[in-house]
């Protein structure tokens, strides 16, 4: 009798089933279970912080750094004018509480809203925008953040986020780096959400206050064909997956702008602004 090598039946110890498939099985159902978690955390999120009051915020984020490594621009003159400037522009909204703006040195065009009431905005965007105009469609969205208490329900989403990951698979495993990325996927897709909301009410703002929109897309067809240059790809990366692309952004904003009959008039030089007497 020849002898024919096979499992033993009947076992429970040995499985009969491929382990590539048991793995996959295994992987998409702690994917599910994270990402559901995950969503509904985050609605909860989107409900607790209409309940925090802004000097509740402020109290807690008093003295929490923005970032490692940045040098703060204090009492300059550009500072000055953009804080200036913000106070104009946040008249035309429903924010009840002052907002500080904090120039930090940088070579990334960038500016972020801080909890606390800080806008963070990075030297180098000033050198991507040639207008007055176009900084404060950059102000005014950040305001619009404020104003969707945007910046608490980013970092709140982070920390269910990192906490998730560390509960189940724990932090640094092999199996948090497999299903970061799709956790990664669906934050970066709320947050472009978020970001086209944002541009939206920041089109109104500026409409508001200067009676049209001229140079709202100025910051965005400055840093669009940087994605395309491998010498700035590292500095706009994280900045293209979690906000929608520089190019459907322009061509949204300008639909908008035709929509509700803003016209874009001839805008107001940016150094002129900068350079100018900061008293009120």
Do not use: W
């Not at 295994?26 to 994270?34: D, E, M, R, S």
């Not at 913000?86 to 930090?104: E, G, I, M, R, S």
């Not at 404060?136 to 709140?156: I, K, T, W």
């Not at 016209?263 to 107001?268: Q, S």
């Amino acid at each position: 009798m020849k002898f024919k090598p096979g499992l033993p039946e009947g076992n429970v110890n040995v499985s009969h089933n491929s382990p590539g498939k048991e793995f996959l099985l295994l992987f998409a159902g702690i994917t599910a279970i994270l990402l559901s978690a995950y969503l509904i955390l985050g609605l909860f999120i989107d409900v607790a912080v209409n309940y925090i009051s802004p000097e509740l915020e402020a109290k807690v984020f008093k003295t929490m750094s923005y970032g490692s490594g940045e040098h703060q621009i204090e009492n300059s003159d550009k500072q000055q004018a953009m804080q200036i400037l913000v106070n104009k522009l946040q008249q035309c909204t429903d924010l009840p509480y002052p907002l500080q703006v904090n120039l930090v040195e940088s070579e990334t065009p960038n500016a972020f809203a801080f909890p606390g009431g800080k806008i963070v905005v990075f030297s180098s965007l000033l050198d991507s925008v040639q207008s007055e105009n176009g900084l404060a469609f950059v102000l005014a969205h950040e305001l619009s953040h404020f104003q969707n208490r945007d910046h608490l329900r980013g970092m709140g989403r982070s920390i269910v986020f990192t906490a998730l990951m560390s509960a189940v698979t724990g932090a640094g495993s092999d199996l948090t780096r497999l299903v970061a990325p799709v956790a990664n996927f669906s934050q970066a897709q709320y947050s472009q959400h978020r970001e086209t909301m944002a541009d939206e009410q920041a089109l109104a703002i500026i409409n508001c206050y200067y009676g049209h929109v001229g140079g709202a897309t100025e910051f965005f067809e400055t840093i669009a064909p940087l994605a395309g240059n491998k010498n700035h790809t590292s500095a706009v990366s994280h900045y293209f997956s979690s906000h929608p692309e520089a190019e459907r952004r322009i061509a949204n904003l300008k639909k908008l702008a035709d929509e509700h009959n803003m016209p874009r008039n001839k805008t107001a030089p940016l150094n002129a602004t900068l350079s100018a007497n900061t008293a009120e």
